[in-house]
């Protein structure tokens, strides 16, 4: 069955000027999905998606504005969908690793540097109650350039550009002093490797390495 998008040309015009505004080409189809929208409706809109064809509204300006509004918001509520997990409202596994792949050509590009931390509880603690305070020292502690992430089994990342190895034991220093009961495993660009996929593994081949370098 056509969507409502589909059946009105009205409603397309507008939807067209809705995925000009919030760039629909760039989106990723899982996030118009993920707000509600038909596959059919997801590649009409892209299709349309050329600020210059603005199509004549046969609706009051104002309608026309409101519902080109809607869509807009509609288009970012999918957006936060996909790039966030739900349970923790960090950035989910996926996206941090991409923008990770970025931080990397870019710190290659400029000379500069960049850590990866993993977080998780330590064995015999409380697990779900620390994984909270893991969550919330991240969501509300770092700096608004640093990017964390839930990776699932209780296993946090935290990415930090412009931060090297010296760095990274502030950050550290400060987290473990704050949330008890944790691992934390460090991975410094380029030492460390130069791609998402060696960064990751290496701080979590020393997630225990740190509690039993202070013990």
């Not at 509004?69 to 991409?98: D, F, H, P």
């Not at 969501?139 to 608004?144: A, G, M, N, W």
């Not at 296993?155 to 760095?167: H, K, M, S, V």
Request: hydrophobic content about 45%.
């Amino acid at each position: 069955m056509r969507s409502a998008i589909e059946r009105s040309p009205t409603i397309a015009g507008a939807a067209a000027a809705a995925a000009a505004a919030t760039g629909v080409a760039a989106l990723a189809t899982g996030a118009w999905i993920a707000a509600g929208f038909s596959a059919a409706t997801v590649a009409l809109l892209a299709a349309f998606a050329v600020p210059s064809r603005r199509p004549r509204a046969t609706t009051t300006d104002g309608a026309y504005s409101a519902l080109v509004r809607k869509m807009a918001e509609q288009a970012e509520a999918g957006r936060k969908l996909v790039i966030y997990e739900r349970q923790t409202g960090l950035y989910a596994y996926w996206y941090l690793s991409l923008r990770c792949e970025e931080e990397c050509d870019r710190s290659a590009r400029y000379e500069r540097t960049l850590t990866l931390l993993t977080i998780e509880p330590s064995a015999g603690s409380n697990a779900q109650a620390v994984q909270g305070q893991i969550g919330e020292w991240l969501r509300t502690r770092l700096r608004p350039v640093d990017l964390a992430a839930y990776a699932g089994n209780a296993r946090y990342i935290a990415l930090l550009p412009e931060t090297g190895a010296q760095g990274a034991d502030v950050v550290t220093g400060r987290l473990r002093r704050d949330v008890a009961d944790i691992d934390v495993g460090v991975a410094v660009f380029p030492q460390d490797g130069v791609t998402f996929e060696k960064l990751y593994g290496g701080a979590c081949a020393r997630l225990a390495a740190p509690a039993q370098e202070a013990a």
